[in-house]
């Protein structure tokens, strides 16, 4: 009797995993047919000269070192991106962090602000792109018309916003703002998180609130806050599709991101192998910047526990 | 001591009160620059193209142009540009719901070999920019012929394409399920695949409701992939079609406005509708990640 259960048992396991497999399987075939041989062979199409017509002709290490030496584009377009990286990323955290702040208040109508705030979120980046071309249009848009008081006031020339290029990047980074909302969301239930309890001793040992907001919110936000960062910068370093529609690139290829770079190469050059080296590139820097804040997540996370 | 406990110029009560008053000031005037572009695209939409000129000058449009609609959906062909979106958009919430429900089960309520690394992997590929695997897909489907058709930006959803996120999010889902379900359910000689379509599924129709709203809406906007894989203008969808319109009307603003309206108007909509079931899902995925 007892040896007939063990065995059952054993059946019970060994079905358990075959039905793991099973459910698991429209996963496992894609991850592997769809993700894992793809990434193999872009790090091979990237030591190759590859233009679709022919076979791939096995190049060395020629297609990253044109790169890097070799190609003011290159680095142009990378520069462009950290810029937007480095601006665009903090920027967005701090006003989701004080849009979520302003409404983790016991407030009325605190649902219908977070809608609002969330509402540019779901709004399709084409149209989002035509929208704030036409806000940002220098003679017609209405913002030149809402700052036009000020250029008169300072006697200043109109700022000329995507048409300029020391003003195009950070035109598309405060665009970007629009929809810090969807940030701001997941602070702010984080935030509702945290036990009142706290707050109230804070309170009790006289803390205003700053005090309350830099000691304790903030301290124990730290894991919303890295989610998003982590998020903001792998998508940040992306960036594509508001430069291809509203800048297309310029001027003076001041907003030529490094994707867009990526997407002339591959789509008009046909440069296969010289793309996916810039691929490749790219997944490096993203995992080393994303490395980095994972190390700093812990660094800061120990210390928000201390003080 | 006596002397330092004043009398506060104002009771607790009515300092709230203060501060509340400034915060929906404060709060006010951040709606209004949130909400002001969508007014402006509204009344842009609905002026005629010498009005556009004036800005401020003729902040409502004098004679709200209606026919800007009709204009714009007959200028491209706005039908068949919906059409092809649907197709696309209902085919991948299919697959997504059913890639993303399967494999999260597995990952959920199920032990099997490799189980852990599997998990850890498909966290990993949250991290992988999609450029890493763009061209070596974009070189297969072209050699099976797919790049003259909608199954690039389709079958990819039945094998939890782009899904690890919503894997992740039913997973959670799953295993707030007490096991004292299942287990009385397989006593009952119930299989895992009952269990999953008897027992798992209809109590997470909130879960599934959250992701596939959010599918719907990423693949809606979604503008890069239909860029590389249609090839074809008859599979076009409504975001290339937006951006056809703008390459070939690019200075009619009062057009281009109406035309945005109507494609990001179902998102709007649903989003108004689903609102709840959408925040949730936003923070479960953002905190617990």
């Known amino acids: ?307 | 001591m006596e002397q330092t406990i004043k009398k506060p110029r104002f009771t607790k009560r009515q300092r709230t009160r203060i501060k509340h008053g400034i915060l929906h000031i404060v709060l006010l005037l951040c709606s209004v620059g949130f909400m002001f572009p969508f007014l402006w695209m509204l009344f842009t939409a609905l002026k005629t193209p010498q009005e556009l000129l004036l800005g401020f000058e003729q902040f409502f449009p004098a004679d709200p142009q209606w026919g800007n609609f009709k204009e714009a959906v007959t200028m491209i062909p706005f039908l068949l540009y919906l059409k092809n979106s649907l197709i696309i958009v209902i085919l991948v919430v299919t697959g997504t719901l059913f890639s993303a429900t399967t494999t999260a089960y597995a990952f959920a309520k199920l032990r099997w070999k490799g189980k852990e690394k599997w998990f850890i992997i498909m966290l990993a590929t949250l991290m992988i920019p999609i450029q890493v695997i763009l061209i070596p897909t974009y070189v297969m489907y072209s050699y099976i012929g797919w790049l003259s058709t909608r199954l690039p930006l389709i079958v990819p959803a039945f094998f939890g394409g782009g899904a690890a996120f919503y894997i992740f999010l039913l997973r959670q889902f799953f295993m707030g399920v007490p096991k004292e379900l299942s287990e009385s359910a397989v006593i009952d000689g119930a299989s895992h695949i009952q269990i999953f379509f008897k027992i798992m599924l209809p109590l997470s129709k909130p879960a599934l409701m959250t992701v596939g709203l959010f599918t719907f809406m990423a693949t809606w906007n979604d503008y890069f992939g239909p860029l590389i894989f249609l090839s074809n203008p008859d599979h076009w969808t409504l975001a290339i079609g937006l951006r056809a319109f703008q390459t070939r009307f690019g200075g009619r603003y009062d057009l281009m406005m109406a035309a945005s309206i109507l494609v990001m108007l179902p998102t709007l909509v649903i989003f108004f509708f689903a609102q709840k079931s959408f925040i949730e899902g936003i923070t479960f995925t953002g905190i617990k990640g």
Not at chain 1, 259 to 278: I, L, N, P, V
């Open chain 1, 1 to 307: 009797m007892k040896k007939q259960t063990i065995g059952s048992l054993k059946q019970l396991r060994k079905k358990e995993n075959r039905m793991g497999y099973l459910f698991a399987s429209p996963w496992l075939i894609g991850i592997i047919v769809l993700g894992a041989f793809p990434i193999l062979a872009s790090f091979y199409i990237s030591f190759t000269s590859y233009d679709m017509s022919s076979a791939p002709q096995w190049v060395g290490l020629k297609n990253y070192i044109i790169l890097f030496t070799n190609d003011d584009v290159f680095w142009k377009s990378l520069w462009n991106t950290i810029y937007h990286v480095v601006i665009a990323i903090p920027l967005g955290l701090i006003v989701g962090i004080i849009l979520a702040l302003l409404l983790n208040n016991k407030i009325k109508g605190m649902s219908i602000y977070r809608t609002l705030f969330y509402l540019p979120c779901v709004v399709s980046i084409v149209a989002m792109s035509l929208l704030w071309m036409w806000l940002f249009q220098p003679q017609f848009g209405i913002i030149n018309e809402v700052l036009s008081p000020i250029y008169n006031l300072f006697n200043m020339e109109p700022i000329l916003w995507l048409q300029s290029s020391s003003t195009s990047k950070i035109t598309l980074i405060l665009m970007g703002l629009w929809t810090a909302g969807g940030s701001m969301v997941i602070y702010l239930a984080q935030m509702q998180d945290i036990p009142t309890s706290l707050y109230e001793s804070a309170e009790v040992d006289g803390a205003n609130w700053i005090q309350k907001t830099f000691r304790i919110t903030l301290p124990l936000m730290t894991p919303s806050i890295f989610f998003n960062f982590i998020m903001g910068i792998i998508g940040g370093f992306q960036v594509f599709t508001i430069a291809y529609i509203m800048t297309n690139g310029g001027p003076a290829q001041s907003t030529y991101y490094y994707a867009y770079y990526m997407f002339d190469k591959m789509m008009s050059d046909q440069a296969m192998g010289m793309a996916s080296a810039m691929a490749w590139i790219l997944l490096v820097i993203v995992l080393i910047v994303t490395m980095f804040a994972l190390r700093l997540n812990n660094k800061v996370v120990y210390l928000g526990e201390e003080g």
